[in-house]
């Protein structure tokens, strides 16, 4: 019998080392459920007490950016924790997923392509939105 999709959402979350995160989808990406990352959530916000505790503060969404609610304790202690792991913030709060977000050295390079869930795009959109140059 397979283990439950909680289960499964632990057994990747144990292995997320300190000092990196990863993603609600791209759990569900290697889960093979790309399309359950709210399920991912749902699993995380009832993570059972283990020992050691599951590090559920090492998951933010697909914008680098922390879950912000009471999910973890709070934005502030989710925050405290990353960066006394070492995780550093940019300016607008986020975390750095190029530098910071942890994959399994088993995921398919499918996978590596697009690990937090979303299409890629071009480095520059956001920069010729932000100054109106986007058409």
């Not at 359950?36 to 995380?44: D, S």
């Not at 709070?74 to 994959?103: C, H, I, N, S, T």
């Not at 956001?126 to 140059?133: K, M, S």
Request: net charge neutral; no cysteine.
């Amino acid at each position: 019998m397979p283990d439950s999709f909680p289960r499964r959402v632990y057994a990747i979350l144990a292995q997320v080392p300190p000092g990196r995160v990863i993603t609600y989808g791209t759990i569900a990406l290697l889960l093979g459920e790309p399309r359950k990352a709210r399920q991912v959530g749902w699993a995380l916000a009832a993570t059972p007490a283990w020992d050691p505790p599951l590090p559920a503060h090492r998951v933010i969404n697909a914008r680098g950016e922390l879950s912000g609610g009471p999910a973890f304790g709070g934005y502030a202690v989710q925050r405290g924790k990353l960066e006394a792991e070492g995780v550093a913030f940019m300016r607008d709060g986020r975390v750095d997923l190029e530098r910071y977000l942890w994959l399994p050295r088993e995921v398919s390079d499918s996978i590596a392509g697009s690990p937090t869930g979303e299409q890629p795009r071009d480095r520059n959109q956001h920069d010729r939105a932000e100054h109106g140059h986007d058409q």
